[in-house]
């Protein structure tokens, strides 16, 4: 009765957002490619993913372990690290994941030179959410991480520059994303030519000027104006600002079956830096250095060798745009996000950057990911493979809470850790 019911309300759901949202109007805007065989030479291909564990103490702290490997043609790589998190804050163990894969990463570069590292996740989405978190941090859980945020944006930028030295070709793969950012690009681009308003200009440019609450508030003004006698806008304004529909919502209708779109050309386009004139490495840093300055009030007792603020400079220098694209290889597959690092390019250079750019040359990229696709499950048989040696179970957090536990012996925290954990 009660997979009945539900069947019943997903399904009336469904039905009423197609018919709602007027995403077959978008069709003749989403610009694809069919995705071409191969055809280049023998590559060494490896992946690179990671995993994170969490196991809390009894007096409020967390153990954080976080472990990645890069799996390749007869090697395996891993890099393993540990801390204790004595606030608890999300951005603090996703940090040490980006840690970890960047230095296993790295080290698949160095010691194996690989011809192409396959890494888990959007470069996009950790650089600006490592960015975000390093520049208007103000919460005290956010604040207090500040040296690991710059740590990690770092390292990520050191995977990247060790690849472009080496000649190793990085590609970002992301199963599960939840982006609306070519969705709204093509949103504003019909707006915009059926009536001009700079906010459309502004949407344009910018991804994604929704999380401004004034320009959230503008459009649902122009949504009011506009569904009394411009029926096809205000349809248009409505999808937009429903959140429910991402790339993968829209693409999974538009998108056919062994295609890719044309590359997006993507750089310091985020609508929070640009609207708070944050568009430059040098503003950057200096909002950087105040939130680590705030940070390290709070971590008096520690020292650090390292010139932070000199490492933040380091990496946003090195960060470059992204040619970002989405792939569908089955029929019933959710497309693939794949970013791809834009050599000769900076993210923040002070001009915002969101377009489509046909002279991309990804074909050879997006065919060699066709090689190695199985099923919407095996997506990607080099990242399923370091998926499978670098993702936490249960068993494995037993086991390293056991360990704690016998390192902890005699000490005071053994017996917290006793209680926290039951042994």
Not at 48 to 67: E, T, W
Not at 347 to 357: H, S, T
Not at 366 to 380: C, E, F, S
Request: aromatic share 10%; glycine share 8%.
């Amino acid at each position: 009765m009660f997979i009945t019911h539900a069947e019943r309300k997903l399904k009336a759901y469904l039905s009423r957002s197609q018919h709602d949202y007027p995403i077959t109007s978008l069709e003749d805007s989403v610009q694809y490619k069919k995705v071409e065989p191969y055809t280049g030479g023998s590559l060494l291909v490896a992946g690179v993913d990671g995993g994170i564990g969490m196991l809390k103490l009894a007096n409020g702290h967390q153990v954080v372990l976080a472990r990645a490997a890069a799996v390749g043609p007869g090697f395996v790589e891993r890099e393993f690290e540990a801390d204790i998190a004595k606030v608890e804050s999300a951005s603090m163990p996703w940090a040490y994941l980006v840690i970890v894969e960047s230095l296993v990463g790295i080290k698949a570069i160095e010691r194996h030179s690989v011809d192409v590292l396959l890494m888990d996740g959007s470069l996009y989405a950790k650089t600006v959410r490592l960015v975000h978190n390093l520049i208007l941090a103000r919460e005290f859980q956010n604040l207090y991480y500040i040296p690991e945020l710059a740590a990690a944006l770092y390292l990520l930028a050191r995977l990247i520059g060790t690849a472009q030295r080496r000649g190793t070709k990085l590609i970002f793969v992301s199963k599960d994303h939840s982006f609306k950012l070519l969705k709204e690009h093509v949103i504003f681009e019909k707006l915009s030519a059926r009536q001009r308003d700079p906010i459309y200009q502004r949407g344009l440019q910018w991804y994604s000027v929704l999380w401004i609450r004034r320009f959230r508030k503008e459009l649902l003004e122009l949504y009011k104006q506009l569904r009394g006698h411009d029926y096809e806008s205000s349809r248009l304004l409505a999808m937009l600002i429903t959140p429910s529909i991402t790339d993968s919502e829209l693409l999974g209708q538009l998108l056919p079956p062994g295609s890719y779109t044309v590359p997006m050309l993507v750089g310091g386009c985020d609508a929070y830096m640009n609207y708070k004139g944050l568009t430059t490495v040098d503003k950057l840093v200096k909002a950087a250095e105040d939130r680590l300055e705030d940070s390290l009030i709070f971590r008096l007792k520690e020292q650090y060798s390292q010139d932070v603020v000199g490492m933040i400079r380091e990496a946003l220098e090195v960060i470059p745009k992204i040619y970002f694209l989405y792939v569908k290889f089955g029929g019933d597959d959710t497309p693939l996000l794949v970013e791809i690092p834009a050599e000769g390019t900076k993210m923040f250079d002070g001009a915002a950057v969101k377009a489509f750019y046909p002279p991309a040359r990804v074909g050879d990229i997006v065919g060699l990911l066709a090689t190695q696709y199985r099923d919407p499950i095996h997506y990607n048989a080099w990242l399923w493979y370091a998926h499978a040696v670098a993702s936490f179970r249960a068993s494995h957090l037993s086991e390293y809470a056991v360990y704690l536990k016998n390192m902890a012996g005699g000490v005071e925290m053994g017996r917290r850790l006793k209680l926290a954990w039951g042994v």
